[in-house]
């Protein structure tokens, strides 16, 4: 018999795997997280759009939402994603980590605190919202003048 997990502790688990998959695969694991979402999802990023990072705004449906991650890896080559802890309550997850990306455009590197906040409903993520350093995001992503 296997053991009874707790939506919580799925939920975590979910994105235990996901993580792995895409810091091991340096983002080519996009399938992946697109699996976890929900088809309604809301999506949003602190940027909310904002130049350098356009992509990095509000979607609300997961085959859109793939266009974030379409100009994300355009853009960006991922050098690490390093989760330190999940923090879950009820059915909602928090990752806190810190990463580190290369603008391909300009060569320079970001590493920034990562904090993602994930809300699920019957093992699908329904809500997600990113919080990084824009600042240190927006230099690397900003060419020198």
Known sequence: MEPFLSNEETNVAILQEAYRQWHETRGDSVDHFLNIC???ISFGS???GAAPMQFASHYDNREVLRGYFKELLDQWSMNFYDVRQFVAQGDTVVMQ?????THKGTG???????????????GKAIEFYELFDTAAAFAAATPDT
């Open 46 to 48: 602190l940027p909310r």
């Open 97 to 101: 980590g810190v990463c580190s990306w």
């Open 108 to 122: 320079k590197t970001c590493e920034t605190p990562k904090v993602d906040i994930w809300r699920f409903r019957n």
């Open 38 to 40: 929900d088809q309604s």
